[in-house]
Every structure is written in structure tokens, then in C-alpha cells.
């Protein structure tokens, strides 16, 4: 039966959370084989890392947008709407073609369901087939995909890309990826494909050893931005998105785009300018609402808070004054991580619950916060602080405010403090 209007796509959707308990992309060949393989329909660029691979997917898009290219961008999770997901030359995918992909996948969802319940693709995954999709449709000459947990067995991994980029590694999902540098490494690693070349960013040495040993196994060139640009980043391409660790993802974006121009060439003068004209929101992405300056950061693993600890330390030193910070995370160890620093830089702290399964509460916030910090601590919530667009009621005239920690959170107050009502979509993160 056929889905009419996007609330029944969002609750069949949101159905969808609890599907999918096998780990891995058996279920995700067997549905793109339906659909008749639409990801093998146009080149692809396949991003993973812990952190930066959506700031890095970002600068690749505008790179070859800018040189006439028409693109596809799939990152995950949206921060305000669901269609942020999936891109063409950056305009979101409306509604209305939710529902038509939706629509035409179901089908396709359901026989694979009927033939085995384990089978029934995961909200993930069928968000990724209409990624797939999409950019087949609309004839897209790059698709940029970005895993959306770990590497080796996500959905995304069924690609056969032109080129594989790891941006980073450092301890995030555990439960999931392992517990050591090596072990997330080996899972990210699992993107590198039989003889095509991969890009490796800013990653910690016993990580790379790993990579490198992976690569050699399926006969694939590496190429590193540390010996392309050296170790420091100053020496790296500059960017309009803020932090040494974005010069990283920019020199990341370059090497890629270096080593596959014989395969889509782009004119090498309009990476610089394309490298400074880069939307991506969310990472220290600053809004002025009503007197005051908002950042939103999305910092949320130990070293997305080391990203956050520089530009709030650059902040202090520019604006000579301390922020009011938001926060709120996700788990009790993510809190340990990021309410240390927050308390180190902050005025004053509010601390936050995002509307998510897996919030931190207040009182593991308020037990990360070291006993030394001497500034107020507010229990509030996102709605109490930006009640209505333009109005922000948590601070001083004038003060100088900072929300961070997990891009849920960081979700949740763009949607605030850019509609009168809620969006309702937080519920597909």
C-alpha cells in the first residue's frame, strides 16, 4: 500500500529504527540488486574518518561544483530536516521525493522481508539506497558519500569507488568499532577497494601503519597529506571553516582532488577559492540571534573536543572574554570528555538533555563538571533558552554564547533558533 503524504513516510520511516539487527552490508547488496545497482551509475568519492569526513565531503563538493561539475552529497545524521541527507549541487531533497523514493523502495523492502525478517533493510539503509537513487536520476557526474558508522560494514561500503579517504581515526563507538586506535582503523580501512588509490588525512601513526597494510594487501596506492603538506597545519590550504583541524580536512580535499584529476579533471586555480566559500554547518558555525553571537559546535569524542578547546581558547583571545556555553552529549564517557573542557573555558554553563534515547542527564553533566569550576550552572532546555527566532534568553546583552557537544544538540538549537515550531524530524537521527 502506498504511502499518500510525508507524515506516513516519517512514521513508516521511524519504524524502521528498530530493523536491521544485522551489522553489515549483506542486507544493503541484496537491495541495491533490486533497484538495479543505481551507485554504479556515476564515480564516486568514499569518505570515512571520525571526525572531519562530512567538513571534508563538504569542501570536495564545492571544489567540483565550482569547476561545472554537477554533484551528489550524502552525509549523515541532518541536523533540522531529513532531506539535508541527501543533496544535489546542495539543494536538500524536498518531501515530495522522500515520498516517490520512498514509495518505490518499499516495495522492494518488503520482499526482501518476506523472504527473511532478518532481511528488512534498516532506516540507514534505506535512506542510502535513495541516496543512490537520487543521484543516479538526476545524472550526476560525482557522487560523495560518506559512511555513516565505521567503514567495513556499512551500507555505503557497497560502492566501487574511484577513489577511498580516511580522514581520521581516533576513539569513537567502541562498543561498536573496538577499543583501540588499530582496531577503529581496521574497520575504516575496510573502504579500501582492490587497486583503487586512497587519500589519508590527519591519523595517528599505529593507525596508519594499519591502513598502509591494508592498502598494500589489495594493491592500492596511498597517498598522505602529511607527506604531500607536511605536519604542520599552517602549511596546509586554508579554508572559511574555523580550526587547524579544518586546514587537515582541506588538505585532505585537495590530495583527493589532485590524484583523481586525470580521471575528473577540475582546473587546479579554483581549489583555493573553492576551499574558502564551504557551507557546512554545525562546526563552529557562528549565528547572530537578537544581541547575541551563537556558535554551534558539534564536539562529541576526544578529539572533536580537542578541535573545540582551540577555537574556544582563539575565541577568549580575540573577544577577550569568556562565552556562556551550552552543552549537553550523549553517554556518560562523552560527557567526561567534553564537560571538562567546557568548564574550563565557560563563564557560565546550561546544561542541556537533546531528545535522544541516549542524552546524558543532568546529573551526569553536572558530575563530569570539575569541583573547581566556580561559574553558575543552569539546568535548561533548548526551547527555554531560544523560545522563539531572534530571542535568546540565556545570557547578558551582548555575551558571547557557545552551544556544543553532540550534532544532535547542535540540531535541535538550529531548529529553534530558525522556526517559530518545531520540525518534528529529530526522530529519524
Known sequence: MAL????????????????????????????????GHPELNYPIIHVAGTNGKGSTCAMLERIYRRNGY????????????????????R???????????TNRLKVHVEMLATNDPEDHPSFFELITAIAFMCFSDEEVDIGIIETGLGGRRDASNIVDPEISVITSISLDHC???GHTLEM???EKGGIIKEGKPVVLGHIPDCA???LRKIAQERNAEVRSIHERFGFEPKCCPSTNLEGDYQRWNAATATLVVETLNERVPVRMEEVGPALRDVYWPGRWDAYQVGD???YLDASHNPEGVEGLADNLERLIRERRRKPVILAGTLGSYRASVLMPVVAQFAK???????????????????????HDYCGAVVESSVREIFPTPGLCTCAEPHDIIVATGSIYLIGEIMEAINNRLPVGEHILQ
Open 4 to 35: 499518500r503524504t510525508y507524515e506516513e513516510v516519517r512514521r513508516y520511516l521511524y519504524g524502521l529504527k528498530n530493523k536491521g539487527s544485522k551489522y553489515g552490508i549483506d542486507r544493503m547488496v541484496l537491495l541495491s540488486k533490486l533497484i
Open 292 to 294: 547575541h553571537l551563537v
Open 184 to 186: 577503529i582503523a581496521a
Open 70 to 89: 554537477k554533484t551528489g552529497l550524502f552525509t549523515s545524521p541532518h541536523l533540522v530536516y531529513q532531506g539535508e541527507r541527501v543533496q544535489v549541487n
Open 175 to 177: 562498543d561498536i568499532l
Open 348 to 370: 557560565q554553563i546550561f546544561l542541556l538533555e537533546s531528545v535522544q534515547p541516549r542524552a546524558a542527564s543532568f546529573q551526569v553533566l553536572r558530575d563530569s563538571i570539575p
Open 91 to 101: 539543494r536538500i531533497l524536498d518531501r515530495e521525493s522522500i515520498v516517490e523514493y
Open 208 to 210: 596508519e601503519a594499519v
